[in-house]
């Protein structure tokens, strides 16, 4: 079991560039050790100058977005590198999903196996969402509801983002995709079994041949 | 091996193969959870991302690498499970030993903690790259649950000009379709250009499937296959092994299979490219100018064109020949087995690597080192003044000791110019090992064609 992912109301950051990719995410420098601070690391490059020091413009360097749990993301989000650590990254400093109008393979799947709600919102959407209502400075704050599937902004603006009902269902209930998969623990035996006489090139220990 | 209630299918994963900076929490979370690896017998582990590439290392060599190359290599013996370490002769970057060792088959499902797994695509297998929840999930199950994938065939047509190389074609082709082309597709690679490509150029083109925005990228298995693996070390007895052949044989796609996008892409007008952005679509052949910024319609692409320019220094308009560089690398799991570097050692033989350039060639594994010791090829590279390094990813990846400087413009021959990739605030230009080797020589950015011809 996992933490059931429940609805809430979060501030959302926006990072509208397409193609941020995982090196972005988290820069190789924070993964030399098997427990760093990936929350810190989070952006690193773009968060912090050459001294470690903050970036003022940057957005997760300002309020109110430092508490943001929401991210408005490009296109091709989490392309590259198949680092799972961006998605830790993102969990670890506080984001509970990203919306985006695609997401890179690996990333998608990272993100779900953490619990991290990665979902498709049409560009238009997410411009809506985005685009400041006309009396400005209304506090970014957004509902998200997984099982109806939409994003809400307080002065009632309302879309919808896009995910496999399965998966939904997944990070609604907690499953564990391990112990899901255990369950078909027989049937995983009974292919191996079957394939070490049908595929044994491929279902045969490996075996050194002696080195010449 | 068996479609799942939710749509995906769940596919047993024949071979595993780990590296040390992915898999140290897969393991934690195995004793968590009180399993075994299930098939340790059907897994092997190397070290190479972080390992130190300073000819004679150790594992105390990269001091910074240390943690995690000491629990892959007590993982794995604590698991049973076979692991070339950097004393092992057989040690590499993975994807270039899962080849070589015979590991990667035809039809096999290969799992990694690493996206350029689909390299072993060049072989027929189905590459997996997973990230390390994923990794967890084949230790524990031996399985991946995959929803299908759409499929792309990309259809490589005509006859390679001379001086142009896998390299240049895979660039080619991500520049014209872009980065995210292949996002939720496995990819096949085919036609006349892909059938007359040697195994080891095949590699490359599968390796820079994720770099084109898909997972999986393929290549039928045909009789250079087979060619190729005959004598490989992890190979099965010959009885077995005619067996697994005439299955083989029988993987290629139906001509009549159908592909829910095709593309095609003509080869014989491709030049040698080259990078001149921060992503891999941004690239030209050496022999056509940056683009203008006003050639980008869209106002969103103009800007970040415009920012990948200012960051890489580069002049719109203007070409990049003649550009200096600091850096020639080869090496990386794209293009560091025997071929990359004898086609880089054709253009250095006689000559000399510029005054101000740093020239590495770091093998891709051990076994190519020793090979290309065999020819000779250690000797040209170090006569033109090339450091001749042990293997791993250095510079790829550079979370190890080897990292481009700040503001550096570097040739490589890897997969990645994003910004920051090879160190903070580097410059890197992909190009092929040829292309580098040409550039280490001029001490800046040129076309080989002419080396060549000269």
Known sequence: MKTPFQNFTGIAATMPAANINTDAIIPASFLRTA?????????????????????????????????????????????????????????????KCVFAPSFADIFYENAFR??????????????????????????????????????????????????????RDALIRGDDEIDMTLKHADDIAAFHAEGLIARPWLHAPLTQKERS | MKTLDDGRDLLFVDRHVLQETTSAPAFEGLRRRGLRVRHPELTIATQDHIVSTEPGRTETTNPQGRELMTLMRRNSADNSIRHFGVEDPRQGIVHVIAPELGVALPGSVLACGDSHTSTAGGLGALGIG??????????????????????????????????VTAKDVILHAIGLFGIAAGQGHAIEY????????????????????????????????????FAYLQGREFLPEQAVLDRAMASWRM??????AGFDKELTVDCSKIAPQVTWGTTQEDVVGIDRPVPD?????????????????????????????????????????????????EAAAVVIEGRKVAAHVRAMV????????????AKGLDKIFRAAGFEWRDAGCSMCVSINQDVVGPGKRCIATTNRNFENRQGPRSRTHLASPAMVAAAAVAGAITDVRKMIAS
């Open chain 2, 362 to 373: 770091v093998p891709g594994s051990m076994s190519v080192k020793r090979a290309a010791e």
């Open chain 1, 114 to 167: 953490n619990g991290v709600l990665a979902a498709v919102v049409a560009p238009e959407d997410l411009e809506a969402l985005t685009a400041l209502p006309p009396e400005g400075n209304v506090q970014p704050f957004f509902e998200v509801d997984l099982s109806a599937g939409t994003i809400a902004r307080m002065d009632g603006t309302v879309v919808a983002f896009r995910i496999a009902a399965s998966r």
């Open chain 1, 35 to 95: 427990h760093a601070d990936m929350g810190k690391g989070l952006f690193g490059l773009l968060r912090y100058d050459d001294e470690g020091k903050e970036r003022p413009d940057f957005v997760l360097n300002r309020e109110p977005f430092r508490r943001a749990s929401i991210l408005f993301a490009g296109e091709n989000f989490g392309c590259g590198s198949s680092r799972e650590a961006a998605a830790w990254a993102l969990k670890q400093f506080g984001f």
């Open chain 2, 293 to 341: 910024v006003g050639a980008f319609t869209d106002a969103a692409q103009r800007d970040r064109a415009t920012e990948a320019m200012r960051y890489m220094d580069v002049v719109p308009g203007k070409p990049l020949e003649g550009l200096p560089v600091d850096i020639a690398f080869i090496g990386s799991c794209t293009n560091a087995r025997l071929s990359d570097l």
């Open chain 2, 130 to 163: 997973v990230g390390t929840s994923e990794v967890e999930h084949v230790l524990a199950t031996q399985t991946l649950a995959l929803a299908r994938p759409r499929a792309m065939r990309i259809d490589f047509q005509g006859k390679l000009p001379q001086g």
């Open chain 2, 251 to 256: 993987l290629a796609s139906d001509a009549g």
């Open chain 2, 190 to 225: 085919a036609g006349e250009a892909i059938r007359v490509l040697p195994v080891e150029a095949r590699l490359t083109i599968c390796n820079m499937s994720i770099e084109i925005g898909a997972r999986l990228g393929l290549i039928a298995p045909d009789e250079a296959t």
